[in-house]
């Protein structure tokens, strides 16, 4: 089955507009990497300051893929330090899951 790995982002108030615009900017990074199914962004909503970045892959072995190549890319990893614009996020943790069950809606 499917892998989740779920980014916990700290993003204080006055940066939120900021992390939303720059996910909405890069759309379509993460969609044609071998392996992907699912993307979300999750912005919090009972007052603390933690966006969820959820994505699914197909294995463990395609996500380390995109890590080491189009991940870079698209985190800022190409180019000098002083190029890239300050982080909206003051803190990250990954989380790792392995899918063991899941269900969907049933057709009608």
Known sequence: MSIVKINVLTVPEEQRETLEQRFAARAGAVEGSDGFEWFELLRPVE??????????????????????????????????????????????????????????????
């Open 47 to 108: 007052g603390i300051d933690t966006y969820l970045v959820y994505t699914r892959w197909r294995s463990e072995e395609d996500f380390q893929r995109w890590m080491e190549g189009r991940a870079q890319a698209a985190h800022g990893g190409e180019g000098a330090q002083g190029d890239r614009p300050k982080p909206a996020a003051t803190g990250a943790t990954l989380w790792s899951f392995e899918v063991v069950q899941q269900t969907g809606p049933q057709q009608a």
